[in-house]
């Protein structure tokens, strides 16, 4: 199967929290992942709070950050997802951010998996959702 992952589920495969072993499971088989390279920002982003709410260490949130690199997903540019991205932002309002993983799994014709549920309530309700998987929905 092909899916795009966002930093989300990309999280739960280092941080033990809710949904942890159902994102681990993209890793167990042999899926096709994909993400905008933006990932790799916002995943930044969530081991930087970790860190400031002292759930980790500087060192700890280095050694993770340098982890997620090599893991078997391909990025894909966020400045060619841009402007669709854009565009379903303001369609189903919700941030820009959310919606470049939407855009290339919508360009892909994959999965945008999430773990997300306010996002994914969202889009679930409209006529992207085929777009879209829960994290927990995962085969």
Not at 21 to 47: C, G, K, T, W, Y
Not at 72 to 99: G, M, V
Not at 121 to 126: P, S, V
Request: charged share 30%; proline share 4%.
């Amino acid at each position: 199967m092909v899916y795009v992952v966002d930093a989300s589920v990309a999280a739960k495969w280092f941080v033990e929290e809710a949904f942890s072993d159902e994102a681990s499971r993209l890793l167990d088989e042999p899926h096709e992942l994909h993400a905008p390279d933006f990932l790799l920002v916002e995943f930044d982003n969530v081991l930087v709070k970790r860190i400031r709410r002292k759930e980790m260490s500087v060192y700890e949130g280095d050694q993770i950050r340098d982890a997620i690199r090599l893991f078997p997903i391909r990025l894909h540019p966020f400045r060619t997802l841009l402007r669709a991205s854009f565009e379903i932002a303001n369609q189903t309002k919700r941030s820009l951010y959310d919606c470049l993983y939407l855009t290339l799994a919508i360009s892909l014709e994959a999965e945008m998996v999430t773990a997300d549920f306010r996002f994914y309530q969202e889009i679930r309700k409209g006529p992207l959702m085929d777009y879209q998987r829960w994290v927990e929905d995962l085969p």
